[in-house]
């Protein structure tokens, strides 16, 4: 990601919608916002219709990156999902298919899932 000219790619190319702004090694507010905003480009000072949805954490972050357990894990979402909910932000999480398939490394990773789940719709 090459900012703003990936952003700049993407609009010419009629994606208006973006869900890549996050950090790969820990959890957390990348862009320093749990909201959808439009891009502004700095350098045309201008905003661009390109609307920016920053997740705040990702499965393999937490299992390859932190190494953390199934259950730290899910308290680390917890305490995510609740910094949100104090300020009425927007919570995203990205999960890939395998993260759910219950094989090694991710034994015990679905049931993170299903918890997020139900604490990100409570």
């Known amino acids: 990601l090459q900012i703003p000219n990936s952003y700049r790619m993407l609009t010419n190319n009629n994606i208006l919608h973006d869900y890549s702004m996050g950090f790969a090694t820990h959890v957390g507010f990348r862009a320093g916002i749990c909201s959808p905003y439009y891009f502004y480009d700095l350098e045309r000072e201008q905003i661009i219709n390109l609307k920016i949805y920053p997740f705040a954490v990702m499965d393999t972050t937490l299992n390859r990156y932190m190494k953390l357990s199934p259950s730290e894990a899910t308290k680390k979402i ?3 999902i609740n910094t949100v909910k ?6 995203i999480s990205v999960w890939h298919n395998d993260s759910l398939s219950e094989t090694a490394p991710w034994k015990g990773w679905k049931k993170v899932y299903v918890s997020l789940i139900k604490k990100a719709t409570s």
């Open 78 to 80: 917890n305490k995510l």
């Open 86 to 91: 104090s300020v009425n932000g927007t919570f």
